[in-house]
């Protein structure tokens, strides 16, 4: 059951993040929402960089969509776990770059302990 829940919770984080990285294509102003302060969703040059960025969410949802359908949960688990760093590194960036403490815990600290439980939950399956 609980391996259940945690397949179903993993493959939310994959649609999650290819849809974070899909709307960077077609709205770079919500890159606003991730929490650093001033951040020129204007410039033509931040656009470049945040298409590179979406780019990369859009992957790394895929891989997870990809390991949800073809490989074990332990896999899983063990591909989650090493995701983990990426919000903890957004969270890092975000307080680095004084930003609000609610991106920092709320958005990107939140995001990381779900997706370590996740982690936690598969691998001991």
């Known amino acids: 059951m609980l391996t259940t ?25 919500a890159a606003a ?17 945040l298409t590179v960025k979406a780019v990369r969410d859009i992957a790394s949802g895929l891989f997870i969509l990809i390991l ?5 949960p332990h896999l899983l688990g ?3 776990l090493a995701a983990t760093g990426i919000p903890v590194g ?15 815990y709320g958005i990107h600290g939140a995001t990381a302990l779900v997706m370590l439980v996740i982690s936690v939950l598969l691998l001991v399956a």
Not at 33 to 49: N, S, V
Not at 91 to 101: C, E, F, Q, W, Y
């Open 68 to 72: 949800l359908a073809g490989a074990t």
């Open 90 to 104: 957004d969270a890092l960036i975000v307080l680095r770059s004084n930003g609000p403490k609610a991106a920092v």
């Open 5 to 29: 829940i945690a397949t179903a919770l993993a493959g939310l984080i994959g649609v999650g993040i290819i849809l974070i990285g899909a709307r960077s294509f077609w709205a770079p102003q």
């Open 33 to 49: 929402g991730f929490g650093i302060p001033g951040t020129p969703t204007e410039d033509r040059t931040f656009q470049a960089w």
């Open 78 to 80: 063990w591909f989650m």
